[in-house]
Structures are given as structure tokens and as C-alpha cells.
């Protein structure tokens, strides 16, 4: 199936869905849904697109550059079994951005990208926008009945 043509489907499914008010009705069109697109019945969800359309553009701009360069994480090194015991050594923190940096097989072009990039950014007005822009989705996802 075509994106387009997916898309179209999903606007059809969508509307009925909306419509019937029955819960054995909404269970048979997401089944339907689930059969013709090969979703895993467990994880369909409709959902109205305007909150997928705020959370993707919250993610593209303000989350994925707010996580990438300032939110450092821990690696697993190493693990170890003593006994019954498992000993585990982490690398230091290090945003993604930094691992990037100290990476050998990111070429030198990448990087001075990223560098340039990173100057460009302000984590405090990254997070105050993040927490500006999420509770408008958070409301929408809440007042949405599926």
C-alpha cells in the first residue's frame, strides 16, 4: 500500500471510527484496520492527527536537539559474573553529541557541522519551549477519548 493511498485509508478509518459510538463497533474497525495494514493488534491506536502533528514537530525540533546535545546517558562497558553476582561498569556520562565527538569513524566534516550546530543552542530556551509545548499535547491527549 502506498503511503498516500495509507493515508487516505487511515482518514476513511478515522471518520467511521469516530462516528460509532458502540465499543464492540470501534473494536471491529480496528481489527479490520489491524488485518489490512499488519499492525499488531495490541498497539493501534488512532489517535486524532493533530496531536501526532505536535508531538513529531516537538520531537524533530525542540526535544531531539534539547536530548542529543545536553542530556548525557551511561554506557554499559562491561559485565561480569561473580558467582551469582553480575558487576557492571559503566563509561562517565556523556551526551550523544559528545560520544559522536570522541568517535574515530565520524568524519571530520560531521563533526565541525555538529560543532557549529551546538553553538547555535541554548539548553534553557530548548526546555522552556519543550515545557511550553508539551502541555498543549498532554491536554489534547487527555480530552481524546479512543
Known amino acids: 500500500m502506498s503511503p498516500q493511498a495509507r493515508k487516505e485509508y487511515f482518514k476513511a478509518v478515522w471518520l467511521r471510527y469516530k462516528k460509532t459510538t458502540s465499543k464492540s463497533e470501534k473494536s471491529k474497525i480496528l481489527d479490520e484496520l489491524c488485518a489490512n495494514c499488519h499492525f499488531n493488534r495490541k498497539y493501534a491506536r488512532l489517535e486524532d492527527p493533530l ?12 526535544w531531539r536537539l534539547f536530548h542529543n546535545f545536553f542530556m548525557p546517558s551511561v554506557k554499559l562497558k562491561a559485565k ?61 491527549l487527555g480530552n481524546h477519548q479512543l
Do not use: A, C
Not at 496531536?51 to 525542540?62: A, F, M, P, Q, T
Not at 558467582?83 to 553529541?97: E, F
Not at 565527538?101 to 534553557?124: C, G, M, R, W
Open 51 to 62: 496531536i501526532g502533528s505536535l508531538l513529531n514537530d516537538l520531537y524533530k525540533n525542540e
Open 80 to 140: 561480569e559474573r561473580i558467582g551469582s553476582k553480575i558487576i557492571k561498569r559503566h563509561d562517565s556520562p556523556k551526551t550523544p553529541y559528545q560520544r559522536i565527538l570522541d568517535s574515530k569513524f565520524i568524519p571530520p566534516h560531521t563533526k565541525q557541522v555538529l560543532k557549529e550546530q551546538f553553538k547555535t543552542l541554548n539548553p534553557f530556551k530548548l526546555k522552556k519551549t519543550i515545557d511550553k509545548r508539551l502541555p498543549k499535547s498532554i491536554v489534547l
